[in-house]
Structures are given as structure tokens and as C-alpha cells.
């Protein structure tokens, strides 16, 4: 009897196999996303969406972002946990939308491997997908690549785009910030999944194993480093929806209206200008958002930075204010609001159960002496800096 002939892309080190493997564990979550937008199974060369609903929109913009989770990864590749990852890249791109008002419609992903093991991409696939369904965002289509000799065997990088609309007249941004608008903080989670880098050199240089138990947070220090991105679309959504439809008053006027999707009320009265707060900390992101010629001091002394951003800085011996360029300190999310809307705009959040408060505001003119960061990422925005001294006492 012949030999059975050999595969040769197998004795490369790529494993169809495997990878078909994997696509057939994931399907019922990726299927989970799907409402009836979505045509066709999982599998195909390319994802198709209806956008049909779009002929309701009086001028719809697509918004898109991509984005990864960094080196995060490292992580829950040395303590084998991956079923939180797809949330961080979820939030990581899904949230950057939503910061110009935009719904989000729907995301693919991509995952680069040195070998697939088919329970692990699925562990993966599915973190995306359950974070797609609760960011009203379908998973139509991704691919998984098996890169043996780029990568090692149990190494992995995650990346995904999504894509989004709103309507013209309610994209929120920079031209709508007025003088005294209040800046409003969206607590994070945790670190997100920015300054990893930085996280796992301090952990390196202090001899400590991700296997290790930090005493601090009640788990493994691999487990307390893996807390998920927090989710913010349909809170702020809401929020956008919420204030549009709340009368400003005389002093306050509307800036404009619009709509998510077919007919629903969408203004941007009360949000002028949210900001993802992501690579480069709270300062420079808030920045990006501003109109030139407007500065906002953020006082610190309005919430507390999360433990794990002190017992960090207290390992590494540095101060938290050495990291306000690499971590996002505990504040997420900001949300530049109408004064007269402030107060609405943070009991929604906290009835969302995200936790929010006032930082400061935004003023225009002459701004006070010190040193100021000025944009940031290629935007030449407003200035801003953070002042006075973090609060002892947990928020």
C-alpha cells in the first residue's frame, strides 16, 4: 500500500486543520452578534452588512476605527487566560467611534498566531463577540493566521476595525466646546489596555511572577492585570440621546439635532465632545478635543486613581504624576458638556453604573501661567494640565 502523501504546508508548521477547528467553536458566538443587517455565515471571504437603514439618515457620515490591544497580551499569554483579551479590543476600537457620536454597525478582527490551538482563538473570538453584543456591534467576519517562525508557539497578537454613522449635523467634536463647558470624568476600570509596557517592566524588574499573589487585589497578579476595558458605547450613546432631548436653558443654546439611525432623536445640545482616554493619558487626549485657544485645568483632587495604579507606582517607586502620559489614572472617558447640563449628565452616567464626576471646565482666552500640553497625535487642540493633588480616599 502507498504511503499517504505528506502535507507540505503542515510540515511548515501551518495547521488547516487546526484552524478549521477553531472556526467552528467560535460560530455560535460570532452568530450571537448577528441581527438581520448581517448576510451570510461565518466563513466567507468578506462580511455583508444591509445598509439599508441608512436611507433614513438625512446625511450619514461612516466613522471607522482600528486598533489592538498592545502588549496586554503578554500577559494572558504567560498566565494562559484568554478569554478577557477580546473585550480589551473591543473597547479599544469600538469606543474611539463613539467619540465623534457615532453608533457603531459592525467590526472584524484579526488575530496573528505562531500555532493555532483552536480552544484558545476560541477563548479569544469569543471575549470579541460577547463585547460586540453588548456594544450593540455585529462580528461580521475576522481571520485567524498562523505565522510559525515569526512567532512562537504560545505567542499571539489581536487587532480589529469597526465602522460606524451619524448623522452629519451631530457629530460631536471640537468647533461645538463653548467658554465654561464642564469636563466630566467616566471611571475606568482599571489600566485598560495602555502602558502595558510600562506595567510589565515594573513587575519584571520587582522579581514578580504574573502567578504570584498580590495580596493588594485578592487574586493573582496575572489576574489583576487582565481586568477588561470597561465598555462605554451605549451609556454614552444614551447620554448624547438623553441631553439632546433635555430643553437647554436661554443661556445655553442648542447647538444642533440629528438622530441615530431611523428617527431617533440624536442632538448635540447638551455633549459637545467626548475623548477616549487611551495612549497618552488624560491631558493629551483631552487636548485633542478642544478648539485652539481654550485651556482646561483638571483637578486632581476630584477623584482617587484606582489601587492599581498606586501599588504600581509604589513598586516602581515613582510618583502617579510621573504616569499621567502612560496610564489613564483611573478616568476612562471624558465628556465635555453644556454647563447647565452638567449636573443631568453625571447622574445619567452613575444611573449607568458608570461612575462620574465634574473635573473642571473649559475656558477661553487668556489662560493661567504654567505649562500647558497643547494637542496632541497631529491635532494642534486646546491646553490643558492637571493641577492641585490626587484624593486619598477611594472615589
Not at 70 to 98: E, P, R
Request: proline share 5%; with cysteine.
Amino acid at each position: 500500500m502507498a504511503a499517504s502523501p505528506t502535507n507540505p504546508y503542515s510540515e511548515a508548521g501551518v495547521d488547516t486543520a487546526a484552524g478549521d477547528l477553531a472556526v467552528e467553536l467560535m460560530k455560535s458566538s460570532v452568530r450571537a452578534t448577528h441581527g438581520p443587517e448581517v448576510l451570510g455565515g461565518v466563513g466567507g471571504f468578506a462580511g455583508l452588512f444591509d445598509a439599508s437603514a441608512l436611507r433614513d439618515f438625512r446625511r450619514p457620515l461612516l466613522a471607522t476605527s482600528t486598533d489592538g490591544v498592545g502588549t496586554k497580551v503578554a500577559i494572558a499569554q504567560a498566565i494562559d487566560k484568554h478569554d478577557t483579551i477580546g473585550q480589551d479590543l473591543v473597547g479599544m476600537v469600538v469606543d474611539d467611534i463613539v467619540v465623534v457620536g457615532a453608533k457603531p454597525l459592525f467590526m472584524t478582527d484579526y488575530i496573528a498566531c505562531g500555532k493555532v490551538v483552536p480552544e484558545r482563538i476560541a477563548d479569544i473570538v469569543r471575549g470579541i463577540a460577547e463585547a460586540c453584543a453588548a456594544t450593540g456591534t455585529a462580528l461580521v467576519g475576522g481571520e485567524t493566521a498562523e505565522h510559525p517562525g515569526l512567532l512562537g508557539p504560545r505567542d499571539y497578537d489581536v487587532a480589529g476595525a469597526a465602522t460606524g454613522v451619524v448623522e452629519a449635523d451631530a457629530v460631536l467634536g471640537a468647533e461645538l466646546v463653548q467658554d465654561g463647558d464642564a469636563v466630566i470624568a467616566v471611571a475606568s476600570s482599571g489600566l485598560h489596555s495602555n502602558g502595558y509596557s510600562l506595567v510589565r517592566h515594573i513587575i519584571t524588574r520587582a522579581g514578580i511572577s504574573y502567578a504570584d499573589n498580590a495580596a493588594d487585589f485578592g487574586t493573582t497578579w496575572g489576574e489583576a492585570l487582565l481586568e477588561p476595558t470597561r465598555l462605554y458605547t451605549l451609556p454614552l450613546l444614551r447620554l448624547i440621546d438623553q441631553l439632546a432631548s433635555t430643553p437647554s436653558t436661554p443661556s445655553t443654546p442648542s447647538t444642533g439635532s440629528g438622530a441615530h439611525g431611523a428617527g431617533g432623536a440624536h442632538g448635540v445640545g447638551g455633549v459637545h465632545a467626548l475623548t477616549h482616554v487611551t495612549g497618552g493619558g488624560i491631558a493629551a487626549n483631552l487636548a485633542r478635543v478642544l478648539p485652539q485657544g481654550s485651556w482646561v485645568e483638571v483637578d486632581r483632587s476630584t477623584w482617587s486613581p484606582s489601587p492599581v495604579f498606586r501599588v504600581l507606582s509604589d513598586i516602581a517607586g515613582s510618583t502617579l504624576e510621573s504616569a499621567e502620559g502612560t496610564w489613564n489614572l483611573g478616568i476612562g472617558f471624558l465628556a465635555v458638556v453644556a454647563a447647565d447640563k452638567k449636573d443631568a449628565a453625571i447622574a445619567a452616567l452613575n444611573a449607568e453604573g458608570m461612575p462620574s464626576w465634574q473635573v473642571g471646565n473649559v475656558g477661553f482666552g487668556p489662560r493661567p501661567s504654567g505649562e500647558f500640553e497643547q494637542g496632541a497625535k497631529g491635532v494642534d487642540g486646546g491646553a490643558v494640565r492637571l493641577v492641585g493633588a490626587y484624593a486619598d480616599g477611594a472615589k
